[in-house]
């Protein structure tokens, strides 16, 4: 596939993504597991950045979701390829720095790794949770524009945690919306994507969208959808979805990825971006970058 894309404007739209990911990790996490009349009651509407939540977060910190996908990055940087032995060991690395949050499905695949080695988990019905779709923005970067090369990384990313039917359809889904979305095309292109997701997985349904935003991939997916198709900029994408609660900082950094791609790194509200660390925000436009060049369609 021959796809033309002007170099800078895929850095632009790469880190969009990024900093999409980590600002609606940061705005989601104060609500995660709440309710929308919890949240509604507490906040009207939840749309500042300001921390809290029940890790109890300083304002702008970010969780599990930004952090797993930085370990891919840096894994994929520093080794100057894709590796999943390299990424395993990031994973390691980062679970012995006690991280704030880390998912059951996650620690129990990075304890196999750390244990036994082992690089792809046996499959598991049950593990159908978003803890790696959550994770598909290096692996969608540094393989854009070849789909199958995306394939096997998205896989080979998710099953270090989590082997399931549900899990795989979503990373394959999430990583070629960001292809096309780096290609240029329109949200009607990318709801086409999105339909044909359903048409294979019904759980996948968004339409009607049936208001359930837990961590089951089907639930965070169809979620994501409502409001990245509802969303008119990135700000009405990512308050409206994080709004939804349940698991929000995951579909807000899930949302946030695909919002941040597609309108680009200026529609994200300065506000929000001015609460991240400062070192985490260099980190993210480093890897970005790097991760950009690493990639043939980038030089
Ligand atoms: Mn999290
Ligand atoms: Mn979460």
Redesign the pocket.
């Known amino acids: 596939m021959i796809v033309q894309v002007d170099p800078e404007q895929l850095r632009q739209q790469a880190r969009g993504a990024f900093l999409g990911m980590a600002v609606g990790d940061a705005l989601g996490a104060t609500v995660?597991f709440m309710t929308v009349p919890e949240i509604a009651a507490r906040y009207g509407v939840h749309r500042e950045i300001i921390g809290g939540g029940w890790l109890r977060l300083k304002p702008g910190q970010v969780?599990?979701?930004t952090e797993m996908a930085l370990c891919i990055a840096r894994a994929v940087v520093n080794r100057q390829g894709w590796s999943r032995e390299a990424i395993a060991c990031e994973f390691a690395a980062w679970l012995k720095s006690r991280p704030v949050?880390c998912?059951d499905t996650c620690r129990r695949g990075i304890r196999a790794f750390m244990l036994h080695g082992t690089l792809e988990t046996p499959y598991n019905h049950w593990d159908g949770g978003n803890g790696a779709a959550m994770r598909m923005l290096p692996p969608a970067l540094l393989s854009f524009p070849d789909g199958e090369l995306l394939k096997k990384y998205a896989l080979e990313q998710a099953r270090l945690t989590h082997h399931q039917e549900l899990s795989d359809a979503a990373c394959l889904c999430i990583g070629t919306m960001l292809h096309l979305i780096l290609q240029g095309v329109s949200k009607n292109r990318l709801r086409r994507e999105a339909e044909a997701l359903v048409a294979r997985h019904h759980q996948f349904g968004f339409e009607p969208y049936r208001r359930l935003a837990s961590?089951y991939v089907a639930d965070t997916l169809a979620t994501v959808f409502h409001y990245f198709f509802k969303g008119r900029d990135f700000e009405h994408c990512l308050t409206g979805v994080v709004n939804q609660g349940g698991?929000?900082?995951?579909t807000g950094a899930i949302c946030g990825m695909l919002a941040g791609c597609y309108y680009g790194i200026d529609a994200i509200p300065r506000r929000w971006l001015k609460k991240l660390d400062r070192r985490l925000v260099s980190d993210v436009e480093q890897l970005a970058d790097r991760l950009i060049v690493a990639n043939p369609a980038g030089r």
């Open positions: 995660e969780t599990d979701d949050d998912g961590a698991d929000a900082d995951t």
